[in-house]
């Protein structure tokens, strides 16, 4: 009785097992490989149910029959799983095409953004511009030919105002897309950024680097300065930092970088829940176009780490 049902169960189970694969057959692309093992399968399954004849009947079975349906199932088994290769080659060609896909969205996705980046900043300059500064020479000619204190004094004010617009234009300009980045390149357009916010004497940063005047292509340029500023500006909106180190060097065709800061942390793993909270993931899909690596560290109330590794040749 025991035998019955083990046979029973066992052709149950062979059954299932050969309906699946078959029906897998046409997610496999019709792939001989995996149609052999799902005839492997079925002969098992034959195998099962003639086995289990004699159980319920006087019938005799040639035991040859089981030696011959055990010997091809066992090469349509071997036979499939030698060329089942040809699904993982399929499957990990189809992998690498989609992150090939990927990383070149990013990248489109990143020199949009830097296109239109360019053109804001533009257009401020060159639209916005030209009118503040026509303003300011108007209201210099009038106020030359005012002798009210009260006029005068009005025009002072709309002169100096027009003065700090002109000024946050070249800023908000500048921020979109640094002229200096584009003329002299990286190191320069960091030390320049940050040269600003030290003179605030909000927090110190110190910068260090060994690549000086070098000139990398524009995507490693932009996407490097980007990241720093945007990882400087996390630590000086939630950090409360007092101090920034910077460093980046250039070793062995890869362009190394270093980030921490003395702030106040947070829990990385809220961090890995929330990535966008951070603007980390803005951050690895820069890194990540350029086939390069992120990685950050920090614990409540003992500062944050960061570091990234970019090929440049």
Known sequence: MLLQFAL?????????AAILSIRLTRVTKYNLSWMLISMGFIILAIRRFIEYIP??????????????LGIVASLFFAFGLFLIQKIFRYMKKVEEEKRALEKELLHAIIQAEERERKRFANDLHDGLGPILSTVKMSLTTVGRGENDDTSKMILRNADAAIDEAIKSLREISNNLSPHILNNFGLTKAIRNFINKINLTDTIQIDFSTNIHDQRFENDVEVVIYRVICELITNTIKHAKANTIEITMVSVGGRLHGTYLDDGLGFNQADSIKNPTGMGFSNILSRITSLNGTFEYNSESGKGFTASFSIPIV
């Open 8 to 16: 029973i169960l066992a052709m149950i189970l062979q059954i299932f």
């Open 55 to 68: 159980l319920v009947s006087d019938a005799i079975v040639n035991r040859q029959i089981f030696i011959w």
